[in-house]
């Protein structure tokens, strides 16, 4: 991306994998008005070397990036698969 671009994430559903990385862009906007769906397979996850997983999505050294939807667009982390055993912990 360019400063000035629009990265537009269009009204459909699109099913990720962890890993989905952004470095030193500055001065763009991220438009999200579909669906980013990640996997709730946990085996076929990408993996770092020292054996954790990857974030789903990271991003470094940016400057300046606006996120915004037309009101439709959601991040969906799938966290029930993630983060599930945690309701047993208040039992």
């Not at 990720?16 to 996850?45: C, M, P």
Request: hydrophobic content about 35%; aromatic content about 16%.
């Amino acid at each position: 991306m360019i400063p000035g671009d629009t990265f537009l994430i269009p009204n459909t559903t699109f099913y990720v994998q962890g890993g989905v990385f952004a470095e030193n862009i500055s001065d763009v906007v991220i438009q999200l008005d579909g669906t980013l769906k990640w996997s709730e397979d946990k085996k076929s996850w990408p993996y770092h070397d020292s054996g954790a997983v990857h974030e789903c999505w990271y991003m470094q050294g940016v400057h300046n990036v606006t996120f915004t939807s037309s009101g439709a667009g959601t991040l969906d982390g799938s966290g029930h698969t993630w983060w599930g055993y945690l309701s047993y912990l208040t039992i």
